[in-house]
C-alpha cells in the first residue's frame, strides 16, 4: 500500500544506484522534479528507459547518474538536440553511455508484457527496419499458427518507475487524466514505484477520461506541486516553452551544464534561465 512521503525521503528509499529506472509521462506530466532529486543525490550507474526522453534525461545523463539509455526517441522537443545526452555517446562524458534503441510500439508492448507478467512481448513493427540489426533485444519469431515471422521484444520490469499525477487521496491512490502514456504499465511493471502529485487531498472527484492507479499499486507518493516543470499538468499548469529553448544554450556547454548541476545539489529549485 502506498506511503506518503517526502520527495527527497521516497527517492532515498526507492532509488538504488545500478538501478533499471523508469521516469514515464508523455509531453504531459513528467517527472521532472523527482529527476532533479536522483541528480542531487548522485545516483550512479543507472539503467534509464523512456520511451521519449527528454531534458530531464539529458539532465540525468550529464550529471553522470547513467551507464546506459532504453528508448525509442530523445530529443529536446520542439527545440533540437540533447546535447548532454550526444556528448556522452559521442565523447564519453561525463561517463560512456550504452544505447538499447527500440520503436515506440516495441517500448510500449514492453512495459505491457512486464505488467502482464510475461517474458516478451510480439509485434510485426520491426520487420523492414534496421533496428534489429543494431538491437540485441528484438529477436525474431515465427508464429505457431501461421508460420508468419515477427519479431519478439523482452519484458520490461523497471526496479523503480516514477510518473507523475494530478493527484492522490491521503490512501495513495492516485489520479491522473488528460494526454498519458505508459504511466499505468510501468508503474505496474515495476518492483518499486514513485508518484509525485500536485496535490494530495481528502477525497479523488471523478474526471472525464481520468485513470486511477490503486494505492495496492503504488510504494510512495509525494506531494510536489510543479513538480513536471517544464512540461505541463492539465488543470494546474501550462508548458513551459521558454524553458525548452533555455536549456539548448545551457546544454550545449559543458561548463554552464556543470554550473546548472551544482544549483540542483544546492537544493535549489532550478528553472532554465
Not at 21 to 43: C, D, K, S
Not at 168 to 185: I, S, Y
Not at 238 to 263: G, H, K, L, P, Q
Amino acid at each position: 500500500m502506498a506511503e506518503i512521503a517526502s520527495l527527497s525521503a521516497a527517492v532515498a528509499d526507492l532509488v538504488r544506484d545500478g538501478d533499471v529506472v523508469a521516469l514515464e509521462g508523455f509531453t504531459h506530466l513528467i517527472p521532472v522534479a523527482a529527476g532533479h532529486e536522483i541528480i542531487r543525490q548522485r545516483r550512479r550507474e543507472l539503467t534509464l528507459v523512456r520511451m521519449t526522453p527528454d531534458i530531464v534525461y539529458d539532465q540525468l545523463i550529464g550529471a553522470g547518474c547513467a551507464r546506459k539509455l532504453i528508448f525509442s526517441w530523445g530529443g529536446n522537443p520542439g527545440v533540437g538536440s540533447l546535447h548532454r545526452f550526444r556528448d556522452a555517446v559521442q565523447h564519453g562524458w561525463p561517463v560512456p553511455l550504452e544505447i538499447e534503441e527500440h520503436s515506440h510500439a516495441g517500448m510500449a508492448n514492453r512495459y505491457v508484457a512486464g505488467a502482464s507478467g510475461l517474458p516478451f512481448a510480439v509485434l510485426r513493427g520491426y520487420v523492414g527496419t534496421d533496428l534489429p540489426n543494431v538491437t540485441d533485444t528484438i529477436k525474431p519469431i515465427t508464429c505457431p499458427f501461421t508460420g508468419e515471422t515477427l519479431t519478439a521484444v523482452p519484458a520490461i520490469n523497471p526496479d523503480v518507475a516514477i510518473v507523475h499525477a494530478q493527484r492522490a487521496d491521503r490512501a495513495g491512490n492516485v489520479q491522473m487524466w488528460g494526454l498519458v502514456g505508459v504511466q499505468k504499465e510501468a508503474v505496474l511493471a515495476a518492483r518499486r514505484s514513485l508518484v509525485t502529485v500536485e496535490e494530495v487531498v481528502d477525497e479523488l472527484e471523478p474526471v472525464p477520461g481520468g485513470m486511477v492507479l490503486p494505492s495496492w499499486a503504488v510504494d510512495r507518493v509525494a506531494e510536489v506541486p510543479g513538480g513536471a516543470h517544464p512540461s505541463y499538468a492539465q488543470g494546474y499548469s501550462e508548458r513551459d516553452n521558454a524553458y525548452y529553448a533555455a536549456w539548448d544554450t545551457i546544454s550545449r556547454d559543458r561548463d554552464e551544464f556543470e554550473r546548472w548541476v551544482e544549483r540542483v545539489r544546492s537544493g535549489e529549485v532550478v528553472r532554465a534561465s
